[in-house]
């Protein structure tokens, strides 16, 4: 009999020592979940802000987009505006042409 209870105390006492374990661990699993809670929260703050943000620029840029609608409807439309611009540059590229030809001096009328 004596034999049979030393041998459930000893079973009582690592069976102690396995909960003493799971609690110890649990203790951990709760640290571990309360910071996770509070990074969840932290990033879901941040992410609001962020899509906050992203609305007013996406809104910001239907304003600017209505706006340059109307400015290119003005102007004659987009393919108008695109032709306009080439015609300037070319103008321009002529111009340089001309005026580091007149400079160098090395304007010359070809030979026909």
């Known amino acids: 009999m004596q034999q049979s209870l030393l041998s459930m105390a000893a079973r009582d006492q690592k069976m102690d020592q396995s909960l003493d374990a799971i609690i110890q661990g649990l203790g951990r699993l709760k640290g571990i ?5 509070e990074e969840v929260r932290l990033q879901s703050v941040m992410i609001d ?3 906050a943000k992203a609305e007013s620029a996406n809104n910001e840029l239907r304003n600017i987009n ?6 290119l409807q003005q102007a004659g ?6 032709i306009n611009l080439v ?8 111009l340089l042409f001309i005026y580091k030809t007149l400079r160098d001096g090395s304007f010359r009328v070809p030979d026909l």
């Open 33 to 37: 979940a309360i910071d996770m809670h």
């Open 87 to 94: 015609l300037v540059l070319l103008i321009l590229s002529l």
């Open 49 to 51: 802000e962020i899509t």
């Open 77 to 82: 439309g987009a393919s108008r505006v695109s």
């Open 66 to 71: 209505k706006r340059m609608d109307r400015v």
